[in-house]
């Protein structure tokens, strides 16, 4: 099977990624119902959260945000500041409602230690590409491979429960949720042919040696 996979200086000079639709960040409860209801509107959410990083050994933090996208609008729930509402846990505890993350475990195992909430309904990226020979499974690496564009991930390690998101914090946190619905589409659709692709890792020729 073929083998496909990016070197990093690869992506360096490629275009940056940016979410092409409506941010909106939700820090009070009045706005959590409407944004759920939109999610449940949409075919396919991508999924993502992020929580501030800790920079001394021991030290932990709980998850500070949950990010969830549509095609055209990204909601991010700023769970440092709301918690877990019931109708967002309700949400991602529906297993009719169809939502891809990359790995999700993670994920999940984060959302424990701040909600009695059990995650269905979702695709986890990390376990489609090895389908299509892709051996890479960081975000970044997988939409490069596809869409030969650049995710940036410099606010990556940021405070992510600062008082108020910085624009470039909103468009990373929307970015990773957003992209995992474009790349479980181009994958699932037939469109991604594999033996095209110019990331094709060579065979190595393995050396015979018998004695003769």
Known sequence: ????????????????????????VIDSMMHVNAAVNVL???SL????????PSFKKGVHHKMALIQLST???????RINRIGVPAKLAEYLADA?????????HDDFNGLSHVSQ???AGFDDIQNIVGNYGITDIGLQKIYAIL?????????????????????AQQQ????????????????????????????IVPEVPVENNEEK
């Open 1 to 24: 099977m073929l083998k496909i996979a990016i070197d990093k200086h690869l992506i360096n000079d490629m275009k940056l990624v940016r979410f092409p639709g409506e941010i909106y």
């Open 40 to 42: 449940r509107h949409a």
């Open 96 to 104: 009719s409602c169809h939502k891809v993350g990359l790995s999700v």
């Open 71 to 77: 095609a055209t609008e990204c909601f991010l729930f």
């Open 45 to 52: 959410v991508g999924f993502d959260t992020e929580t501030r």
């Open 147 to 167: 869409f030969q564009q650049k995710i940036s991930k410099g606010q990556q390690l940021s405070n992510w429960e600062a008082d108020v998101l910085s624009p």
């Open 117 to 119: 909430c059990k995650p």
């Open 172 to 199: 990373y946190a929307a970015i990773d949720a957003w992209a995992c619905i474009n790349i479980y589409n181009y994958l699932t659709s037939g469109n991604f042919h594999p033996e095209q692709s110019p990331y």
